[in-house]
């Protein structure tokens, strides 16, 4: 497999980066994955503004995000992924220095890497009878609206979640259920779909903002606020989104039923549109 690193198109087993590299000692970077469907890569434009205001926040001086999309085309060229599913992987940290906990004086050139792989979809019947999940504690900080690659928590929360039978682990802050650890999450409560608000609490992701404006043109009244933990179990729905979860209905939490235990109607229609979008 052909990837991208540092101007050069390489085997990805000739791909290194150094030890001092600071994605490798402080987490110092950030990173996108894009669904690439049938060969086209979908929506290209939204995740690499993320990763604009990735770079703005964390103060990493990447001046080259308008060749991302043409790397990432001749990835998909190269490793012969024009059909079928995909992914592209972008990956950009501070670089390489000595270790200083402070912005290496001068700067250093950022690293950048950018890999495309096959993608194997999850089964259809997760999205046609639902999945579990399960609740804990959240002990990220508080700027999850960075897209950093220091995501310990969440890969904790997500192993608590294998281990437990679950696809999701939901993170509950302050009594409030806020997203899962690679997903956003929807509650339909009545006929009103509720999301919690893109905030410095949750990673607002590509798919959630493309679910709110399906919800607008289907008609469905949209609410952006909590989510509370003690009235998770009156929702009539619940559903996660994501770029490789997609529009995904979870049907049990902790054990105990949504609803019926089926996906619901609102789901449903977005799941179609949402479909239809792709």
């Known amino acids: 497999m052909l990837v991208y690193l540092n101007g050069q198109y390489l085997p990805l087993e000739e791909a290194r980066v150094p030890v001092e590299d600071r994605g490798f000692l402080f987490a110092d970077g950030l990173y996108e994955v894009i669904r690439v469907y049938n060969g086209r890569i979908f929506a290209l434009e939204p995740h690499l503004r993320r990763l604009a205001d990735g770079l703005r926040a964390l103060r990493i001086g990447f001046t080259g995000l308008d060749e991302l999309g043409p790397i990432a085309e001749r990835l998909l060229d190269e490793n012969g992924l024009r059909s079928?599913?995909?992914?592209?992987?972008?990956?950009?940290?501070?670089?390489?220095?000595?270790?200083?906990?402070?912005?290496?004086?001068?700067?250093?050139?950022?690293?950048?890497?950018?890999?495309?792989?096959?993608?194997?979809?999850?089964?259809?019947?997760?999205?046609?009878?639902?999945?579990?999940?399960?609740?804990?504690?959240?002990?990220?900080?508080?700027?999850?609206?960075i897209k950093t690659v220091a995501l310990i928590a969440n890969v904790l929360a997500n192993q608590q979640a294998k281990e437990a039978g679950a696809f999701e682990a939901l993170f509950v802050r302050d009594g409030v259920v806020i997203e899962g650890s690679h997903s956003n999450l929807f509650?339909?409560?009545?006929?009103?779909?509720?999301?919690?608000?893109?905030?410095?609490?949750?990673?607002?992701?590509?798919?959630?903002?493309?679910?709110?404006?399906?919800?607008?043109?289907?008609?469905?009244?949209?609410?952006?606020?909590?989510?509370?933990?003690?009235?998770?179990?009156?929702?009539?729905?619940?559903f996660l989104s994501g770029t490789t979860t997609e529009v995904m209905p979870v049907v049990q939490v902790d054990g105990r039923p949504i609803a019926d235990g089926r996906p619901g109607p609102v789901t449903q229609r977005i799941q179609r549109a949402f479909r239809e979008r792709i």
């Open 84 to 145: 079928g599913d995909a992914t592209i992987y972008i990956q950009v940290t501070r670089g390489a220095a000595p270790r200083a906990h402070a912005f290496p004086s001068p700067d250093v050139p950022p690293t950048v890497y950018v890999a495309a792989r096959p993608f194997t979809p999850y089964p259809a019947a997760y999205y046609e009878n639902g999945v579990k999940a399960i609740t804990v504690p959240d002990t990220r900080w508080t700027r999850c609206d």
């Open 187 to 238: 509650a339909v409560f009545g006929d009103t779909l509720v999301t919690y608000p893109a905030s410095n609490y949750i990673l607002a992701g590509i798919t959630r903002s493309i679910v709110l404006d399906i919800a607008a043109e289907l008609g469905i009244p949209v609410r952006q606020g909590p989510i509370l933990a003690d009235q998770l179990f009156a929702a009539g729905e619940l």
